[in-house]
């Protein structure tokens, strides 16, 4: 799972993916941004003559499925098992009707127990850039008020092979290490957003997988 991450700015979004300037300008800063809190990420939309753009959108990180009854849900919805998204209720909506979408970070944290407490470990990429990690959206309607709030949430794999995913979080004493269920994000390469925003269901399956070992920069937080 991911609980926590640094978003870029608008500026550096709109650079590192070649999308539109927003407008009116959203005026996003780099934060850190945490489950059920505003986020920023970035999705396919008709554009004229039938083409496809890329759009910067603003909502909540805690997808709000079509039948909720509020956006205040009970449970969470920040992170999505990839192996559940075609099933799992929450989520089947908006994967098989290919509202798929990346998520800009700089970095992602993660906790490490191989110390016997808890290390956070800070995860960047080697080659500076930022990542674009997997995700899902959904636009939903208060049918009340008729509000409409955008949300999304980020997709997870099994990473229990994984060299480096693997040894974060604690372990479960009572499970074997093949069996743990270490969870890794998804990211998606520059040369594939296009694939992953509007591609296939099947092109988009293949892009599900960790990322290789070679892309990480991870740290751990030397202030613990």
């Known amino acids: 799972m991911c609980n926590r991450y640094v978003s870029p700015e608008e500026a550096e979004m709109e650079r590192f993916w070649h999308i539109g300037r927003h407008n009116p300008p959203q005026w996003w800063k780099r934060v850190e941004v945490f489950p059920r809190a505003q986020g920023p990420f970035v999705r396919a939309e008709q554009a004229t003559a039938g083409q496809q753009k890329r759009t910067l959108v603003i909502g909540q990180w805690g997808l709000i499925p079509w039948f909720a009854k509020s956006p205040k849900l009970t449970y969470s919805t920040n992170n999505a098992r990839a192996e559940e998204v075609s099933t799992k209720a929450s989520f089947k909506q908006s994967w098989l009707h ?42 939903w309607t208060d049918k009340a008020t008729g509000e409409i709030l955008e949300s999304y949430t980020m997709l997870t794999i099994n990473a229990d092979q994984h060299p480096l995913m693997s040894r974060m979080h604690k372990p479960d004493p009572t499970l074997p290490p093949d069996r743990q269920d270490k969870r890794s994000v998804i990211a998606i390469e520059l040369a594939d957003v ?31």
């Open 98 to 139: 290919g509202k798929r979408c990346i998520i800009p970070a700089w970095s992602f944290v993660e906790p490490c127990w191989e110390t016997g407490r808890n290390i956070w470990w800070h995860f960047r990429r080697a080659d500076g850039s930022p990542w674009a990690l997997a995700g899902l959206w959904n636009t």
């Open 194 to 224: 296009d694939t992953w925003l509007v591609g296939s269901t099947e092109d988009a399956k293949l892009l599900v997988r960790a990322p290789s070992v070679e892309l990480f920069d991870a740290i751990p937080d030397q202030r613990a």
